[in-house]
């Protein structure tokens, strides 16, 4: 077995911790207009990868999101993908963040709106 299998609480403690340390939703607003991610303050272009990871992140708001789904919706390696929207996320100064979720997947903190 590649990895120890998770108990329930484990899970559930873990979500938890996740849920106390994350910003209230709605605090780091994004928007995504064709290929432009906005904050209040700034922008910055995006590739079509990054737009459609966004995207997807959107459409499921403060749900963990799969590694497999990440790169089927958006057609690139994962985690190259989330390098460079973290890189952007700190160049706009949005505050959003991408959280690691051990065996599950990926969690943005943070609000995608379509623009």
């Known amino acids: ?11 559930t403690s873990f979500l ?3 849920r106390s340390v ?3 939703p709605g605090a780091q607003t994004l928007t995504v207009d064709a290929e432009v991610l906005s904050s209040p ?10 737009a459609a990871a966004l995207r997807l992140f959107g459409e ?18 994962p985690l190259r993908l989330l390098t460079s929207l973290r890189d952007k996320f700190a160049e706009i100064g949005s505050g ?9 997947g990926y969690r943005l903190v943070g609000t995608v709106r379509a623009g």
């Open 22 to 24: 994350a910003a209230p």
């Open 41 to 50: 303050s700034s922008s910055v272009a995006l590739s079509s990868e990054e």
């Open 96 to 104: 959003a963040q991408i959280l690691k979720v051990p065996h599950m």
């Open 1 to 11: 077995m590649l990895f120890r299998s998770l108990s329930l609480n484990r899970v």
């Open 60 to 77: 499921h708001p403060g749900r963990i999101v799969s590694r497999d789904a990440l790169a089927e919706a958006a057609g690139a390696d």
């Open 16 to 18: 938890s911790y996740l």
